[in-house]
């Protein structure tokens, strides 16, 4: 029996409409648009139109994918939480970067999600908090290497060393996961303003490298820990030409 190839085009074209992305090129100018915009009324009308569903899909998606719920709190109200403080954070995407929208906004919903998710768990285990005993181990002087360089800033610590970076993984040889773990990296600490948000906690921050090196790399954990270990030794050899 002969198919109607007609039929099947039709069918095709049809099953093919079904996968248009939610968050794509037209979305992505809609968020220069509204960083551009002069006043609060085209910003508005660009949030109406092209961002807000779009937004609330991208929200919902993480929540759902990550398990990223609070405790004692609805899903709408968690949502909605996360939509408001992720429209303070527009403006401050740097389209100029080449970088995606679409990616800052994520990493902006899940380490605002998992930061709110860590105070939660603060505060009912304030009794017995982990985090008390880690803390004072870290603040321990044989614990913390870069204790002697405290009167120079982190930002400059990042700079200088994302300098060293970069010349490393040019003039190295190194294998294809070196070399995605350190490109990795390079995005990470570009980014080290919007990723680490308001958050001074030090295991907390740990946590967060690991997950979005895993999300960026596609490294399990033990392999990511392994090819650090290069990158740390870079890392000590640049607080030590600070420190001369």
């Known amino acids: 029996m002969l198919l109607n190839t007609d039929e099947n085009n ?6 093919s409409s079904k996968t248009v992305n939610y968050f794509d090129v037209r979305e992505e100018e809609a968020v220069i648009n509204y960083i551009n ?30 398990k990223l719920y609070r405790k004692d709190m609805e899903y709408k109200d968690i949502h909605s939480d996360t939509h408001s403080f992720l429209m303070t954070k527009v403006d401050k995407f740097k389209p100029d970067k080449n970088k995606k929208a679409y990616s800052y906004f994520g990493t902006i919903c899940k380490n605002y999600l998992m930061g709110q998710i ?4 603060k505060e009912t285990n304030r009794k017995i908090s982990y985090e008390d005993i880690s803390s004072t181990l870290e603040n321990r002087p044989d614990m913390i290497y ?10 400059k610590i990042i700079e200088l060393f994302l300098c060293d970076l970069k010349e490393h993984i040019k003039t190295t040889n190194m294998n294809e996961c070196e070399k995605k773990l350190g490109n990795a990296l390079i995005e990470l600490f570009d ?3 919007d990723i680490f948000i308001g958050n001074d906690n030090n295991k907390f921050n740990k946590n967060i490298v690991l997950f979005e090196l895993r999300e960026m790399t596609n490294l399990t954990t033990k392999e990511i820990r392994n090819y650090l270990k290069k990158y740390k030794v870079l890392y000590l050899d640049t607080l030590k030409r600070i420190n001369k």
Request: glycine letters at 2%; zero cysteines; aromatic letters at 14%.
């Open 191 to 193: 980014n080290y303003g």
């Open 118 to 121: 860590q105070k939660d768990q």
């Open 10 to 15: 039709n069918t095709k074209r049809k099953r």
């Open 146 to 155: 870069y204790m002697e360089f405290e009167s120079i800033s982190a930002e």
């Open 37 to 66: 915009a002069e006043t609060r009324y085209e910003k508005e009308i660009i949030y109406n139109e092209f961002l807000k569903d779009p937004l609330d899909k991208m929200i919902d998606s993480i929540i759902r994918r990550y």
